[in-house]
């Protein structure tokens, strides 16, 4: 599977950003997606993960309530909707596919593959 993240920009903090994971190379609709970040300097980490159907999603703490992930499998294709942004926000942000078809919906990066370029999200104070 081939992914493309798309979407990331500069926003002020407060703002909002869509990002898209737009898929290729294989159907996504038997497994679970996933939105990770990596910071300069630090780890990948999760952000947000939507099950096979749609119908279960996982956030991470720090953006629970603010960012939303959503899926349309018709057009085989990821999306993650950032609001009220942060500066912390800020990295390049990754969406991937769990290794496992209908998984349990891991939040842990090692379970996830076919990671992409990612796409630079930046937010101003």
């Known amino acids: 599977v081939q992914l493309q993240a798309s979407g990331g920009g500069l926003a002020q903090a407060g703002g909002s950003l869509r990002l898209s994971c737009a898929a290729s190379g294989r159907n996504l609709n038997i497994y679970n997606m996933g939105w990770f970040r990596q910071a300069p300097g630090k780890e990948r980490e999760f952000v947000a993960a939507?099950?096979?159907?749609?119908?279960?999603?996982s956030y991470a703490n720090s953006v629970k309530g603010r960012f939303a992930i959503s899926r349309d499998n018709a057009e085989n294709t990821v999306y993650l909707q950032m609001n009220s942004l942060k500066p912390e926000d800020a990295a390049v942000h990754y969406c991937g596919r769990e290794r496992e078809k209908f998984g349990d919906l891991s939040i842990t990066t090692v379970d996830y593959t076919d990671w992409g370029q990612g796409t630079q999200v930046t937010v101003s104070s």
């Open positions: 939507i099950n096979w159907s749609g119908g279960r999603t």
